[in-house]
């Protein structure tokens, strides 16, 4: 009986760690959470994970998110760059890190030594860059750094009726709502000082324009955060919703694979002619200048 339960205990040990291992494929899967707290804990709590640690770190005056999720001995880091994601995976088994660093011989990839340079690979659309860290000579952590290849965007005078966003409930809209007016996209954050201050001026254009030009035209505010509670007290603080609609980006896999346009900044603008074509992705910012294009495609 007592050999049984040693025997138990031992059973139970060995799945208990092998529940603890992350494979490459889970820190590739981790890469499409982008940024987002909900995907990372429902990804990593079913195999035993929990976040310990969110927070907002500063460098090289860019802002980067980082999450730390941990059980037992094993240590997962999610860094969030503006431009990529990292993942730093430190098990605390050397054999953990010998089985993702045959996985990512089978991906054709060898792992960098101390010096070496580190190498990369694609899959499904994504370029990843494999780094590693060493105490001395002995392997202690995996990195996974991912690049997105950005989605095609319109033409001048291609269509836009199929882009597609998302309402506070949820529910997709397209811009082919609004075919037969023009529409002024305003892409924004609730954490973009630029952007809230630029709220009067959007508001002062809007102000300008004749009763019957504003008939003509859309506001549509669009924001590209992935959660919605800052998105949403932003809007009512600072009134968005007074002066059109309000919608957020559509997270992967669910955007769409050619849009309008690309995030690389906010604010930024983007105008949609009245026949629903892409006129100009990087529009003038509220002022004179947006409001003489308004008119002009009023007008046409």
Not at 16 to 41: F, V, Y
Not at 66 to 91: C, D, Q, S, W
Not at 114 to 135: H, K, L, T
């Amino acid at each position: 009986m007592k050999n049984v339960y040693l025997l138990l205990l031992c059973t139970l040990g060995y799945v208990n760690s092998q529940a603890q291992k992350l494979t490459l494929r889970d820190l590739e899967l981790l890469h499409q959470c982008d940024d987002s707290p909900d995907c990372i804990t429902n990804y990593l709590q079913p195999l035993g994970y929990s976040l310990t640690d969110s927070r907002l770190d500063k460098e090289k005056s860019r802002v980067v998110r980082i999450y730390e999720a941990t059980k037992g001995k094993f240590r997962v880091v999610l860094v969030f760059h503006p431009e990529n994601m990292t993942v730093m995976y430190t098990p605390s088994e050397n054999a953990a890190l010998q089985e993702l660093t045959k996985e990512l011989e089978k991906r054709g990839v060898n792992l960098p030594g101390p010096d070496g340079e580190s190498p990369n690979y694609r899959m499904e659309g994504i370029s990843y860059i494999v780094g590693a860290s060493y105490n001395g000579k002995k392997l202690s952590t995996i990195r996974l750094s991912s690049f997105t290849d950005p989605p095609p965007q319109l033409l001048k005078g291609e269509s836009a009726d199929h882009v597609r966003f998302a309402d506070a409930d949820g529910k997709l809209h397209y811009l082919s709502e609004f075919k037969g007016k023009v529409i002024y996209i305003n892409m924004w954050a609730s954490w973009c000082k630029y952007c809230l201050a630029e709220v009067p001026e959007v508001k002062k254009m809007i102000n300008q324009l004749k009763p019957e030009e504003r008939k003509k035209v859309v506001f549509l505010f669009l924001n590209g955060e992935t959660e919605q509670a800052p998105w949403l007290s932003a809007v009512r603080r600072y009134e968005y919703d007074k002066y059109g609609p309000n919608f957020q980006i559509l997270p992967k896999p669910f955007g769409d694979p050619k849009v309008a346009f690309v995030l690389r900044a906010y604010p930024s603008y983007t105008i949609i002619d009245k026949q629903g074509n892409l006129w100009k992705n990087w529009a003038e910012h509220p002022g004179p200048q947006a409001i003489a294009e308004i008119r002009k495609l009023i007008s046409q």
